[in-house]
Nanobody
Framework: QVQLVESGGGLVQAGGSLRLSCAASARTLTTGPMGWFRQAPGKEREFVAAISWGGGSTYYADSVKGRFTISRDNAKNTVYLQMNSLKPEDTAVYYC??????????????????WGQGTQVTVSS
C-alpha cells in the first residue's frame, strides 16, 4: 500500500513562509511526477505545482508563480513545497499527489494515482 504523508502546515501571518513536505512510503514513487494541490473551504480542489520525476521540470499555477517553489529529494522519497509571501487567499488544505512511474507531469488531478491526507495551511491577514 503506497502512502503519502504531508507535514509542515500551520498558521502563519500574511507575508510569512511555510515549507510543506510529502514523504512517500514506496521507492517506486521516486520515478513518477509529483504534484501539490489545494482545496479552500467551499471551493474545488485546484492545482498548485508539479515536478517531473527527475526534478528537472517544474510547473506552477499562475496564482503562486514566483512565490512557491516545488522540489524533490528522491533519495529521501520526499517532495517539498516552499511557500513564501503567503496571502490569506492561500488558506486551504494542501495535498500532495503522485502519478505513475515514468509518466509526464500534469496539472489534472484526475491523472494522479496516489494522494496524501492533506495538511492545513492558514494565513491570517
Amino acid at each position: 500500500q503506497v502512502q503519502l504523508v504531508e507535514s509542515g502546515g500551520g498558521l502563519v501571518q500574511a507575508g510569512g513562509s511555510l515549507r510543506l513536505s510529502c514523504a512517500a512510503s514506496a521507492r517506486t514513487l521516486t520515478t513518477g511526477p509529483m504534484g501539490w494541490f489545494r482545496q479552500a473551504p467551499g471551493k474545488e480542489r485546484e492545482f498548485v505545482a508539479a515536478i517531473s520525476w527527475g526534478g528537472g521540470s517544474t510547473y506552477y499555477a499562475d496564482s503562486v508563480k514566483g512565490r512557491f517553489t516545488i522540489s524533490r529529494d528522491n533519495a529521501k522519497n520526499t517532495v517539498y513545497l516552499q511557500m513564501n509571501s503567503l496571502k490569506p487567499e492561500d488558506t486551504a488544505v494542501y495535498y500532495c499527489a503522485a502519478r505513475p512511474p515514468f509518466s509526464s507531469s500534469s496539472s489534472n488531478e484526475y491523472e494522479y494515482q496516489y494522494w496524501g491526507q492533506g495538511t492545513q495551511v492558514t494565513v491570517s491577514s
